[in-house]
């Protein structure tokens, strides 16, 4: 679907994680960005308009909850939908209880079932 | 309570026969003549408290005395001195002598003489020791006469006097009687008017009475012989009176010793004919009180004073005694001074006495029983027994201490055991009470009776009530890391002997946690309630770090999988024939890893309590049948059937929604691996008054019986030849045990081996989280 219109961040450090993450959602007919870390996102986010976020928790320079709570508190962003990557269920819990929590998890390793329908769900509320 | 009864029955009698048995021997010993000696004493000694007591004027003494014998020569003077006496005396109603005349002397014609004349005058007689008896001379022809013998007592001291001797046909009267006789007109023959048996060979004593002494020596006013003779008394002042004449010159004359001679002065034999005639003239003769009345009035003593001794406590008997003795000292002493009547108070003073010492001894016979049973409830409690020689310590009360060393080795025996035991209990103390484990004790009543410093620091510090049970569980409850209702098993181990243990975590002073263990146990049939912390802090924290450990590696294993996961997925969605094979057994192993590692995480966060439990009213319906639906694609896959048996309502419940369905998803899906192709697996959900069942049945391979313990176990595979080729964690079923118990669930199982099992999710519908 190359005339799929949404933008799609994936932040994350590990390239592994990104070059899977990029394959599916191009096969999917997204523009796929990628950044290794959050201030690295918010760089990104400052030229090019982004439809979704993406974002792994453990990264260098700034850290997946640093990007989501900047994201979420600024007017210009709080309404692009967020999807965490987690590892743990200590991670989940935690960004739950956050002042503004990301809109959806997902906890790795993920099927790419899992990762089509969140995405779609995600993307169909906010439209 | 009969048998008690009839044992105090037994003994009361017996003590009343041993009492019975001591009178029997006072009475005997009173009767021996035992008690005369005590009874002498206390006589003379009244006599002495009493005093002097003026005697009647009518009677005048005149005695031979030193300054008599200086004007008149040696004794024994002339007769006719005595005749000139009467001469001078003449006026006095008798004249009695008390100065032996059985032998003849030249003057005895002027005597006689005399005697004829004034007609009233009385001679003695004399009893010789052989009993002989010797009357005045002949020749002074005296036609009254009377013995003038006293009866001394055992010790010397005369106290009574027979007024009348029986002379084979004969009566002899006493020289006072007959003294009184001519005073009062009253001849001795109609005093003592009495029926007489005569004996031919002997003389018999009669008509005794007790001589009521006015008092010393000198009590009675007497004039010298030498004074008569001289006119020093005018013929009047003997009108009217009974003359007694004597001696009591020094060396002469007989003595006699009185109650008054406490200090060895005897009294000259004229002045105790006085105190007799006085006796009589005054009519006070001491009365002894009947044995019999003695007799009886002891008894009567000794039963009141045995009951009163043995009633009271040793000092109010002590005390009680001493009174006792006193009272009869006092009594007696009054029924002597005021009424002449002598009670002879000894058998009263020895009946007390021997009756205190018996009740005493038997109070002593049940102190040692009572020290008999001491030992022999003590000894058995001794952890090592009693190092000393058991065979010692003779039985029975006080006739087990007429051993040896007697009482002393019983007291000593009973000391080296109270002193053991005080070690034991010292070692005990040590053991219980010393700071490695907190200890607490609450007694029957669900009262503390005992906590160690370290139990009341650590409760006191993490504001645990410790007074009683019921504060201590309310307090405590918040605590305990476990779901378990204390109140419940606090109520069952008052009932019945058992154990339980549980864990609790305390914040202060620093986090810790302690195993506790309760268990009740009784004495003397009541439950006592023994609480024991250990610290497990240590083993806590290891546990701690072991699932933080096994945390950090399932991370670390999951960034991995995720690429092994996620590119395996493309790649067997691309590759084609025997490559895409490959890929899709790299992909489906992939995920089995994970989903061994999502499960392990969670059993070891539920573990440490790390878990979050949301728990919000559910409706158990909807959430069976998500499973259901969620699972057919895997049961058609395995031709399974899977049925959902469920009520038209069942109401909510209070649990963790998502942490239930993972369970029954969990249980379903084992149900589905374990069952062979063509069976069915019903989810089964009822609802009962008081709780929810989610029954998990299937019909497959089952679980030997063996096994039915340890499939909750982690890592427990059952060993099947069915089963050996289906791939398992070990660890499905202790997640939905500690799953299902954390929300305050219960899970069950039934098995057959070969026929299949039910698995069975019980929610009390009031348990925990009521919101």
Redesign the interface.
Same mark, same amino acid.
Do not use: C, W, Y
């Given at each position: 679907m190359p005339d799929n219109p949404f933008v799609i961040l994936v932040v994350d450090d !590990?390239p !592994?994680?990104r070059l899977?993450l990029d394959?599916?959602l191009s096969r999917d007919g997204y523009e796929v960005l990628e950044a290794t870390n959050g201030a690295e996102a918010l760089d990104i986010m400052r030229e090019h308009a982004v439809n979704l976020v993406i974002t792994d928790l453990t990264m260098p320079v700034m850290d997946g909850y640093e990007l989501i709570r900047i994201l979420k508190e600024s007017p210009d962003t709080s309404r692009i939908p967020l999807l965490m990557l987690t590892?743990?269920?200590?991670e989940r819990?935690s960004s739950e209880g956050m002042a503004n929590p990301p809109d959806a998890y997902l906890p790795?390793?993920?099927?790419?079932a899992d990762l089509q329908a969140k995405i779609e769900k995600l993307l169909s509320q906010d439209s | 309570m009969d048998k008690l009864t009839g044992h105090i029955r037994v003994v009361t009698i017996r003590k009343a026969i041993i009492c019975g048995l001591l009178l029997v021997f006072i009475t005997l010993f009173e009767y021996a003549g035992f008690l005369e000696g005590i009874n002498h004493y206390f006589y003379d000694l009244s006599f002495r408290i009493r005093g002097f007591r003026a005697p009647s004027k009518d009677i005048i003494i005149v005695t031979i005395d030193d300054k008599t014998l200086e004007k008149l020569g040696r004794w024994p003077i002339r007769r006719s001195y005595y005749a000139l006496l009467i001469d001078k005396t003449a006026g006095a109603k008798a004249i009695a002598f008390d100065i032996i005349m059985t032998e003849p002397t030249d003057d005895d014609a002027l005597l006689a003489r005399a005697i004829k004349e004034h007609g009233n005058i009385i001679l003695p007689v004399l009893i010789e020791n052989n009993k002989n008896v010797k009357y005045p001379v002949a020749s002074l022809s005296v036609s009254h006469v009377g013995h003038v013998h006293v009866e001394q007592g055992i010790d010397g001291i005369v106290r009574e006097v027979y007024h009348t001797l029986q002379l084979r046909n004969d009566l002899l009267h006493s020289l006072s009687s007959m003294a009184y006789g001519f005073a009062t007109d009253k001849p001795p023959s109609s005093i003592f008017d009495k029926k007489r048996y005569m004996s031919d060979n002997k003389i018999t004593q009669s008509d005794p009475m007790n001589i009521n002494y006015c008092g010393g020596p000198g009590s009675f006013e007497s004039i010298s012989f030498i004074d008569v003779l001289n006119n020093v008394y005018p013929p009047s002042f003997f009108i009217n009176k009974i003359v007694i004449v004597g001696v009591s010159a020094t060396g002469a004359g007989d003595l006699i010793l009185t109650p008054f001679s406490q200090d060895r002065r005897s009294m000259p034999g004229v002045e105790g004919q006085a105190n007799i005639l006085n006796t009589l003239l005054l009519n006070n003769a001491v009365n002894i009180a009947s044995p019999w009345m003695r007799w009886i009035t002891a008894l009567f003593l000794a039963m009141v004073s045995f009951i009163c001794f043995l009633r009271s406590t040793e000092q109010r008997a002590a005390i009680l005694g001493l009174m006792m003795i006193l009272s009869i000292g006092v009594i007696m002493y009054l029924f002597f001074s005021v009424f002449n009547v002598w009670l002879a108070p000894a058998i009263y003073c020895f009946t007390v006495f021997l009756v205190f010492m018996l009740a005493y001894i038997f109070k002593f016979n049940d102190a040692i029983t009572a020290l008999d049973k001491a030992y022999a409830t003590v000894v058995p409690h001794l952890r090592w027994g009693y190092a000393g020689d058991n065979e010692k310590y003779a039985e029975r009360g006080i006739s087990g201490s007429l051993t040896e060393k007697g009482i002393q080795s019983k007291a000593q025996i009973l000391n080296d055991i109270s002193r053991q035991l005080g070690f034991e209990k010292e070692l005990t103390d040590r053991a219980l009470l010393s700071d490695i484990h907190g200890v607490l004790i609450f007694g029957p009543d669900k009262k503390n009776m005992l906590i160690n410093n370290l139990a009341q620091t650590l409760f006191k510090k993490n504001w645990v009530e410790t007074g009683s049970a019921d504060e201590f569980v309310t307090s405590l409850t918040p605590s305990i890391m476990e779901n378990i209702k204390l109140e419940d098993i606090l109520a069952s181990l008052y009932n019945e002997k058992k154990d339980v243990y549980f864990t609790i975590s305390l914040e202060k002073p620093a986090k810790k946690f302690f195993k506790v263990d309760v268990s009740s146990f009784a004495v003397d049939e009541r439950t006592y309630l023994l609480i024991m912390l250990s610290d497990i802090t240590k083993i806590k924290e290891l546990e701690i770090l072991k699932g933080h450990i096994i $945390?950090v590696v $399932?991370?670390e294993l999951?960034?991995p999988?995720? $690429?092994?996961?996620?590119?395996s997925?493309?790649l067997a969605?691309s590759l084609e024939g025997k490559m895409k094979n490959f890929a899709v057994i790299i992909h489906r192993e $992939?995920?089995r890893l994970?989903r061994f590692l999502n499960t392990f995480?969670?059993i070891t966060?539920i573990e440490e309590g790390?878990q979050?439990i949301k728990m919000t009213s559910v409706n158990l319906n909807d959430v069976v049948r998500e499973v259901a639906s969620a699972l057919k694609p895997i049961g058609d896959t395995n031709g399974i059937t899977i049925h959902a048996d469920i009520p038209d309502k069942t109401g909510d419940i209070v649990i963790d929604r998502d942490l239930t369905k993972q369970c029954i998803f969990n249980l379903v899906e084992n149900a589905i691996k374990y069952s062979p192709s063509g069976k069915d697996v019903i989810i089964k959900l009822t609802s009962e008054p008081d709780h929810l069942k989610v029954d998990i049945i299937d019909h497959g391979y089952g679980i030997k019986e063996d096994d039915l313990n340890k499939v909750f176990e982690k890592f427990f595979r059952s060993s099947s030849d069915k089963t050996k080729n289906i791939k398992g964690s070990g660890l499905g079923l202790t997640f939905v045990k500690e799953a299902v118990e954390t929300q305050g669930g219960k899970l069950t199982l039934a098995s057959v081996y070969g026929e299949g099992s039910i698995f069975s999710i019980i929610f009390q519908k009031t348990v925990k989280g009521e919101l």
């Open positions: !590990d !592994d994680i899977l394959f599916n590892a743990r269920e200590e819990v790795k390793p993920f099927a790419i | $945390s $399932s991370h999951k960034t999988m995720t $690429s092994i996961q996620g590119f997925e493309i969605g $992939s995920e994970v995480l969670d966060r790390r979050p």
